[in-house]
T-cell receptor, first 111, second 114 residues
Framework: DAKTTQPPSMDCAEGRAANLPCNHS???????VYWYRQIHSQGPQYIIH???NNETNEMASLIITEDRKSSTLILPHATLRDTAVYYC????????????FGTGTQLKVEL | SQTIHQWPATLVQPVGSPLSLECTVE??????LYWYRQAAGRGLQLLFY??????ISSEVPQNLSASRPQDRQFILSSKKLLLSDSGFYLC?????????????FGEGSWLTVV
């Protein structure tokens, strides 16, 4: 399984863009990059995923480098409600479609 | 639309007592189902997953077991709880194909073993 490396914590001012990096240098060609977040005491929430192209949805944008060894999740206008632990996950192949979570990045959005 | 429900939301159980956490998914058929656990201050750990009725795969040896008696029902059990079983338990589901399917989580169940 490809492993991911994320900074343990980041701060962001409300209204500014939050850019959360993730390294996955051992990713395989058929593995997706997924992002989830977990607000304290709640179940993880799906944000976005991609294979090699950049992706955007109503929550965030995902930028994947051309060599696919790293990616960045962008929250364009962070709010206090975006304070959460953000997990970057590379998809395990086969085996019932599993996800393996690391320790993630604690994002704190402040006034 | 699809929904996932798990219960109870919180419970406090004495050491040595049995456990049963239930999870059901609505609005889809033949989903893949998962049980995760999150100990205090730790990341999520996959405990079990199932690709069909009666098909259970265990990721880590432990004091827990899982069963899937119906297509959209997943149960986490223990015969005798240990203090180390305390944690936040999450049920999750995904559509049943190999690639690119998102996993969706329930709201979780807080278990405190005393």
């Amino acid at each position: 399984d490809a492993k991911t490396t994320q900074p343990p914590s980041m701060d962001c001012a409300e209204g500014r863009a939050a850019n959360l990096p993730c390294n996955h240098s051992t990713i395989s060609g058929n593995e997706y990059v997924y992002w989830y977040r977990q607000i304290h005491s709640q179940g993880p929430q799906y944000i976005i995923h991609g294979l090699k192209n950049n992706e955007t949805n109503e929550m965030a944008s995902l930028i994947i480098t051309e060599d696919r060894k790293s990616s960045t999740l962008i929250l364009p206008h962070a709010t206090l409600r975006d304070t959460a632990v953000y997990y970057c996950i590379v998809r395990v192949t086969g085996g019932g479609n599993k996800l393996t979570f690391g320790t993630g990045t604690q994002l704190k959005v402040e006034l | 639309s699809q929904t996932i429900h798990q219960w109870p939301a919180t419970l406090v159980q004495p050491v040595g007592s049995p456990l049963s956490l239930e999870c059901t998914v609505e609005g889809t058929s033949n989903p893949n189902l998962y049980w995760y656990r999150q100990a205090a201050g730790r990341g999520l750990q996959l405990l079990f997953y199932s690709v069909g009725i009666g098909q259970i795969s265990s990721e880590v040896p432990q004091n827990l077991s899982a069963s899937r008696p119906q297509d959209r029902q997943f149960i986490l059990s223990s015969k005798k709880l240990l203090l180390s079983d305390s944690g936040f338990y999450l049920c999750a589901w995904s559509r049943s194909s190999t690639w690119g399917n998102t996993i969706y989580f329930g709201e979780g169940s807080w278990l405190t073993v005393v």
